[in-house]
């Protein structure tokens, strides 16, 4: 082959996560799934943490500047197709993402809002919440939340004690400014996991999908739903096309998960190759 042989990049995705040293979660999960699914990914460092599969004991978040730095070199360098956002790490990281995302309108933005560990460890205080809904949320596309991040992203001063339904969680994320919300189902007790897109227009209930509930509790799930999004989107398929592909996608990665720890099970991102399905184009 000729080396000077100009040659097409594939689809190329920017993720400002927090580095998750287990491999389940994070920039790590980021980067396997958009591999898997043909996307050449970019990583901004937004946080460092100490975490294994049971749960995250410490976060030491990146400064601002170096945030920002990572990410001007990034995008002056090469033509990014779509951005994901999971852990923030401060409110300052908050605001400089928003700052770099504003200017780049037309690209799609995923935004995972990694609130809490799955065992139940505090990622995000109020303020920084606050800052997410202010500052980030008006420039999303998908955002992507489970139904306890969907409540605790829209509480109020003014809610009684009984959890807001779960339609009208998604029309208050919607009022913050973000295009489409997908609120998955897996931390619901159902016999089947539930994820609903509401957007558009009008704002509806666009598309809901059931997937069988599998047993057991995985690390990084979220991450690699809003990553797959990122990836379907990048590679130009519809929004209601991109989120069936990247729940197939996502659930595929479950059902091959591995414990590879004394916690949770990590999914199995290159399940496709084990199976000799290849790239998932949806």
Known sequence: MNPDRARLPPPIVLSFAASDPSGGAGLQADLMTL?????????????LTVQDTVGVASVLAI???WVEDQARALLADMPVAAFKIGLLGSVENALVIAEIIADYPDLPLIVDPVLASGRGDELADDEMIASLRQALLPLTTILTPNTLEARRLVAAEDDDDEAPALAVCAQRLLS???????????????????NSLYG?????????????????SYHG?????ASALAAYLAKGLPISDAVRAAQEYTWGALAAGFRAGRGQYLPDRFFQWRTGQGYLDG
């Open 200 to 216: 558009g227009a009008a704002g509806g209930l666009l598309r809901s999908d059931s997937w069988d509930r599998l047993p057991g």
């Open 35 to 47: 591999s898997a699914i043909g996307c050449h990914p970019l990583s901004v460092t937004t946080a």
């Open 63 to 65: 400064d601002a500047g």
């Open 176 to 194: 913050f400014g973000c295009q489409y919300v997908l609120l998955t189902g897996t931390h619901d007790q159902t016999p089947r996991v539930v």
């Open 221 to 225: 799930s979220g991450c690699t739903l």
